[in-house]
């Protein structure tokens, strides 16, 4: 049994699409982030970093980082990664590098300046907007032609699809991305995405966008 400890974000999202594609048994426990349950002395002994999502499985691993968790869910299925070491592995890696470091830290602050904080910087809602736009370009041209990031469906999905689910956030029209826009919609009609996206707690369906 695993213990998801998460929210309704895109980083706690990320792996609860995993799960429910993986088909592991988990238990979702909601940590309210906007209530500050993350400083709580509970959670920090599963995570001292403050942050969901983290996992702990009976084996006694106990993980934070979702890119970190990713990889252990991959390896604990068996499923949704190319075997260790081969070409196809670090195409992989680099893409799941690609979102914990680009698109998802610069969509976050994106979120902060456009949706949570309109008006507070012109300077800065220009910057990440852009940068989001950039991001977005770089994942149009590579999903140009293709369904998925690598040949079939994998982690970097789950890594990538519940920040672009946050497109109204950073400001960002899908339909100036018609390849992210058809690989989207594409997932979000899979029920393993619409389970995931429903925990830890249901807030509405998928947005799609016009
Ligand atoms: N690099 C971390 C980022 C985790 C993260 O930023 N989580 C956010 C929610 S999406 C959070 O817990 N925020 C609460 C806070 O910053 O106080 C990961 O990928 O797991």
């Given at each position: 049994?695993?213990?998801?400890?998460?929210?309704?974000?895109?980083?706690?999202?990320?792996?609860?699409?995993?799960?429910?594609?993986?088909?592991?048994?988990?238990?979702?426990?909601?940590?309210?982030?906007?209530?500050?349950?993350?400083?709580?002395?509970?959670?920090?002994?599963?995570?001292?970093?403050?942050?969901?999502?983290?996992?702990?499985?009976?084996t006694g691993a106990?993980?934070?980082?979702?890119?970190?968790?990713?990889?252990?869910?991959?390896?604990?299925?068996?499923k949704f990664a190319p075997a260790h070491g081969t070409p196809d592995y670090w195409e992989m890696m680099r893409?799941?590098?690609?979102?914990?470091?680009?698109?998802?830290?610069?969509?976050?602050?994106a979120h902060h300046f456009l949706h949570y904080n309109p008006g507070l910087s012109d300077y800065s809602e220009k910057r990440y907007n852009d940068e989001a736009k950039r991001l977005y370009g770089i994942l149009n041209a590579h999903l140009t032609g293709r369904d998925y990031i690598l040949d079939d469906l994998s982690?970097?999905?789950?890594?990538?699809?519940?920040?672009?689910?946050?497109?109204?956030?950073?400001?960002?029209?899908?339909?100036?991305?018609?390849?992210v826009k058809d690989w989207y919609l594409r997932l979000a009609d899979r029920p393993g995405f619409q389970r995931g996206y429903a925990q830890p707690l249901d807030v509405g369906p998928i947005p799609r966008p016009e």
């Open positions: 049994m695993l213990t998801l400890y998460s929210w309704t974000t895109p980083n706690g999202r990320k792996i609860s699409i995993a799960l429910e594609e993986m088909g592991l048994d988990y238990t979702a426990v909601p940590i309210d982030i906007t209530k500050g349950a993350q400083h709580d002395p509970a959670f920090l002994a599963v995570n001292p970093n403050h942050k969901i999502p983290a996992l702990v499985d009976e106990a993980i934070n980082e979702s890119g970190a968790i990713l990889l252990y869910l991959a390896e604990k299925s068996g893409w799941l590098m690609w979102q914990m470091s680009g698109f998802g830290p610069m969509l976050g602050q982690i970097c999905e789950f890594a990538i699809w519940p920040w672009a689910a946050r497109f109204d956030y950073h400001k960002v029209d899908l339909n100036d991305f018609p390849a």
